[in-house]
């Protein structure tokens, strides 16, 4: 797995427990404190009139193939995630691999995770 990646990760609101998520790797794999492999992503959204959307990077249909509606980068959400897990779940069917994400449009999330006044300190310091 490398930066630009994208997956879908079963990550859904407690309403809908089984809702997958586009989630993109913003980092390429490093071996964490634990020597794990490990890398950081990012969730993407769709915007809802429900909740306040992260504006820091908004993302439309056409910028990545799997997105279909007006959707946002959840900065919040950032997370360091262990790589073997990842690929377990693609082999097991529970995660699915999805297109990589454009370059440019790759680039525009890799920049919010600096600007977000969401993003989780520990992740600002890897991107």
């Known amino acids: 797995m490398a930066s630009g990646d994208c997956v879908l990760i ?7 427990p089984d809702k997958r998520h586009l989630f993109v790797f913003v980092t390429e794999t490093f071996k964490a404190e634990n020597r794990v492999l490990s890398a950081v992503l990012v969730p993407i959204c769709t915007v809802q009139d429900s909740y306040a959307a992260d504006k820091t990077c908004m993302l ?9 509606n007006k959707s946002f980068v959840y900065y919040q959400r ?7 897990n990842i690929m377990k779940d693609v082999w097991g069917g529970k ?33």
């Open 10 to 16: 079963i990550s859904g609101p407690k309403n809908n």
């Open 95 to 127: 995660t699915i691999l999805k297109d990589k994400m454009p370059k440019d449009v790759l680039q525009k999330i890799i920049t919010g995770v600096r600007k977000s006044p969401f993003t989780p300190p520990d992740i600002k310091k890897l991107v």
């Open 78 to 84: 950032a997370a360091i995630m262990r790589v073997t």
């Open 60 to 68: 439309v249909p056409g910028d990545h193939p799997f997105i279909k």
